[in-house]
């Protein structure tokens, strides 16, 4: 049997993260961190540093199946999640090694664009710079490496799909 991912399941560890921070027992923060530690994997297994859009995992490894990278922001949102849940200073330390990758390959002068093959270090960029990576990605990670724990925490306040927070309201009145 063999297991494929494409880069936007690894949601499932910020996720259930999170769930562990509402209240969920602790299986659902050990389960996000394994998700985590095999997320951050598909980044450290290829030469450039930057995780491939879809992979198969198999025996011998991981193969790369589209070997690009656009820059998405999924990875450092659970990243983020998990070190805000956990104040493990691993996961922060994952995110810089991703951001550091982000520098290497990533960067041109313009700013930063997706990249056609993660498994070449001289990969050719593709001139195309996704609204998620500044909307997303790059909050993501301002927010990782903010030691104020009170900027936008997690019990005042949700984020949407788009990495937008808004506010948890403790009362509904006078809002209809």
């Known amino acids: ?12 560890g910020g996720t259930l993260a999170l769930g562990h ?14 998700i985590m530690q095999s997320c951050y994997y598909l980044y450290t297994t290829q030469p450039t540093g930057l995780a491939a859009e879809f992979v198969r995992f198999r025996p011998e490894g991981v193969e790369a199946l589209s070997s690009e990278n656009h820059l998405r922001p999924e990875t450092v949102e659970s990243l983020f999640v998990l070190w805000r ?5 691993k996961y922060r330390d994952m995110a810089w090694n991703i951001f550091q990758a982000f520098e290497r390959v990533s960067r041109n002068c313009n700013g930063y664009t997706a990249v056609y093959d993660v498994r070449d270090v001289h990969t050719v960029t593709l001139d195309v710079t996704e ?13 990782l490496f903010e030691d104020d724990v009170d900027v936008l925490s997690f019990d005042k306040w949700v984020f949407n799909t788009e990495a937008h927070p808004l506010p948890i309201f403790d009362d509904f009145q006078g809002w209809y």
């Open 85 to 89: 849940v956990t104040g493990n200073e």
């Open 131 to 143: 609204s998620f990576f500044l909307a997303e990605t790059l909050k993501y990670l301002y927010l």
């Open 21 to 34: 921070f509402y209240g969920l027992p602790k299986w659902h923060l050990d389960l996000a961190e394994e």
């Open 1 to 12: 049997k063999q297991w494929y991912q494409r880069r936007v399941a690894i949601t499932a």
